[in-house]
């Protein structure tokens, strides 16, 4: 595999020789979850699905968990066959799918977020929709539309290969999930293969609210920390503040996604602004050394 | 069966197009392994038992006396002759209708549930459109006493109804699946999901050579019994091979297993058939190979039904076995290939197929074989297939649990007289 600082990235003025340009997108996310860290703080990572409750309003509720205190936004583009997703995003991405969604609406909303605020946006995308419109297009216009980079949740490293040659070319970072399940082999294949942050799966099972959080998660976190330096971030079961404070004691950020999606769905806006700021503070004042 | 699976790489004389996928399960540009990591690590477990198994004596011994105790293997290969005369052809028909439950899809359970067991995971799921698969799975796990959970698309609980009830007789969950088109796409999606959580002590059965690696191989190599008894019994029958195969095509695992078969046999021509539904329209078929794109749904890269964004288009078939908007890798690669052609026939070609083998032979197929009849009586009337063709016809399944589907659907004067009205 070749070293990332080594080669040509295609983002305008991000060449790695080119000291007086911005950071590549991948670095850009990766220095903000550094920066977090060195602050002895963990990140709150925030998901929604693009289009719901319909586009304006996802644009709105991205900005929203923004200004709330999200430190990285994971933006979702619906998509017809969510295979890790449980009920509550499943309707969500339903009524996005429903409405009209499409990737060049995605992209737009991605273009117009990004330039309106601070956080490192990253997508969680099911790869048909990268594999359809071509890996190599998807990563350039990924970055062009202002993205740091991808989850892409059923693309394990052994078929990355075309979207690992592509995000590298476009500098965004292709981010991949290490389980429970996961040998040290895989872990370690995971790690190497990765940018950005390792996404460590909080519990077995699809995206949804559960009553506490799994009892393997701290130690799945310690075992990705073995094979690499980048940001580990835990999620999926994530459901609530006080689940959230206690990944961030020990991992990089916390991830939530149904929770929010279902704050959204239910009250609005000002319900989502109120629960992003509750996670928000849990998460950064989780750790003694923290503000 | 196990001799064909150790050869690594196709050795010489081999270098037809059968063989083994990659390691990482890829036939070709086609297959692997696109599911979260999650269930990596079960895949990896479910590759290492299935080589162990098929290398292990003592389960093929324990496999082949259940096709042949329990199951009623092999099958007869019936050469039907008012049906051949009425298409000038000669055709054989391969009785998996006779198989007990009633389809192909039991010669898969069987095999998945003794690796289950011998992988010591005491809970099986499965998803079923038709609900065949479903039936089998509940069947083999009443059998060697398993846990048993199917998902099935909402919309297929009505209209295969009896398999429902089937399945509940043999103490089986049946989940009925209403997300996304309520089908059996939807209900893999379900039954994934279900196994992402529930990954360490259950087995996920799938009903078709679809799924990430090592499904697609493994699904062929427990349906291949399908294609090596069909083609000794032409053989000894005819004392030569036929001139052309042909298989109804859903998911593809009746039709894989017919032709893994003769797939090295060059002049044996194979034709898959898929659903042509209403017709062409998105939306309207289930002919993923004839009218997808690559694509990559449950877990490989195959023929999609999609569109221009990759969202995975819904499918119309009468028949809820071929309403799928995937096919198997294997047989994406064998169209690249060129050494399988894949047809459709819409659903009126297929109820009248149904009617013909009624009518011709005494036999109900199942709504999806009917697909493959209807074909091969189009295609004979054409001369697509010339007279005097000699054809094996997978007869998947028996039409029981399609009564009630093609009564409904025929129109008033061909509905069959009820002696009691006239
Ligand atoms: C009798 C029968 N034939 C064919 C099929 C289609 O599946 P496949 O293409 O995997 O053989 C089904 C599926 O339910 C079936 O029940």
């Given amino acids: ?291 | 069966m196990s001799d064909r699976l150790v050869v690594e790489a196709p050795g010489p004389g081999a270098a037809e197009v059968a063989h083994r996928p990659d390691p990482l399960g890829h036939f070709g540009d086609w297959g692997g392994r696109f599911v979260p990591e999650v269930l990596m690590a079960a895949l990896d477990q479910l590759t290492d038992a299935f080589e162990e198994a098929i290398a292990d004596p003592s389960f093929g011994a324990e496999l082949d006396a259940l096709r042949r105790d329990y199951a009623g293997r092999p099958t007869p290969l019936f050469p039907a002759r008012r049906l051949s005369e009425e298409l000038g052809l000669r055709v054989w028909l391969k009785r998996e209708d006779l198989l007990h439950t009633g389809a192909h899809k039991l010669n898969n359970s069987l095999g998945q549930h003794l690796l289950a067991r011998r992988m010591g995971k005491p809970r099986v799921i499965a998803e079923t459109g038709a609900g065949q698969h479903g039936v089998a799975t509940a069947t083999v796990a009443a059998l060697l006493g398993q846990e048993c959970v199917v998902y099935m698309g909402e919309e297929d609980t009505r209209r295969q109804h009896l398999n429902v009830v089937r399945m509940r007789l043999l103490g089986t969950e049946v989940r009925p699946v209403a997300t996304g088109t309520a089908t059996l796409k939807d209900a893999i999606n379900e039954a994934l999901r279900d196994w992402v959580e529930s990954v360490g002590s259950t087995h996920y059965s799938i009903g078709s050579v679809v799924g990430p690696h090592p499904y697609p191989l493994m699904v062929r190599e427990f349906q291949r019994v399908i294609g090596d008894e069909a083609r000794a019994q032409f053989l000894e029958a005819e004392g030569r091979l036929p001139d052309l195969a042909v298989a109804c095509v859903g998911g593809g695992s009746n039709a894989a297993g017919l032709f893994a078969a003769f797939v090295d046999d060059e002049p044996v021509r194979l034709v898959g058939v898929e659903a042509g539904g209403r017709g062409p329209q998105p939306g309207d078929h289930g002919a993923s190979l004839g009218l997808g794109e690559a694509g990559v749904l449950h877990g490989a890269r195959s023929y999609v039904l999609q569109d221009p964004d990759g969202q995975v288009l819904p499918t119309h078939s009468v028949s809820a076995g071929l309403d799928y908007p995937g096919v198997g890798p294997e047989h994406a690669f064998w169209k690249d290939a060129g050494r399988v052609t894949y047809e459709s026939a819409p659903d009126h070609l297929a109820l009248d197929g149904f009617r013909l083998l009624a009518r011709t032979e005494g036999l109900l197929p199942a709504l999806e074989p009917a697909h493959a009849i209807g074909w091969l009586a189009a295609a004979a009337s054409d001369g697509r297939v010339a007279p005097g063709t000699r054809v094996v016809l997978n007869l998947s399944g028996r039409g029981d649990k399609d009564v009630e589907t093609v009564t409904s659907l025929l129109v008033d004067d061909e509905t069959p007289a009820d002696p009691a009205d006239a």
């Fill in chain 1, 1 to 291: 595999m070749p070293d990332p600082g080594t080669e040509v990235r295609t983002v305008p003025g991000a060449l790695p020789d080119d000291p007086a340009g911005p950071p590549a997108p991948a670095e850009r996310l990766e220095g903000r979850l550094e920066a977090l860290r060195r602050e002895g703080r963990a990140a709150l990572v925030a998901y929604g699905v693009a289009g719901f409750p319909d586009l304006e309003g996802s644009l709105a509720a991205f900005r929203a968990m923004a200004e709330a205190g999200a430190d990285v936004l994971e933006v979702g583009p619906p998509y017809s066959d969510p295979l890790i997703d449980g009920p509550v995003i499943q309707r969500a991405v339903t009524a996005a799918l429903d409405a009209g969604t499409r990737m060049d609406d995605v992209l737009g909303l991605v273009n117009e977020l990004t330039a309106s605020v601070d956080a490192p946006v990253v997508l969680l995308v099911y790869y048909n929709l990268v594999a359809h419109r071509g890996p190599k297009r998807f990563a350039a216009e990924l970055a062009a539309a202002g993205a740091c980079g991808a989850v892409v949740p059923d693309l394990p490293p052994e078929e990355a290969g075309e979207w690992l040659e592509a995000s590298r070319a476009a500098g965004i970072a292709p981010v991949f999930l290490a389980a429970p399940t996961s040998s040290d082999t895989r872990l370690a294949a995971v790690a190497e293969a990765g940018r950005g942050f390792v996404y460590a799966q909080a519990s077995l099972g699809v995206t949804g609210l559960r009553a506490s959080l799994a009892a393997g998660i701290e130690e799945l976190v310690g075992r990705v920390r073995a094979h690499t330096d980048l940001p580990v971030c835990a999620g999926i079961g994530v459901s609530n503040a006080d689940q959230a404070a206690a990944v961030a004691r020990f991992a990089d950020g916390a991830i939530v996604g149904t929770a929010l999606v279902r704050r959204l769905a239910d009250a609005g806006l000002p319900g989502l602004r109120a629960l992003t700021t509750e996670l928000a503070d849990a998460v950064h004042t989780a750790r003694p050394s923290g503000r």
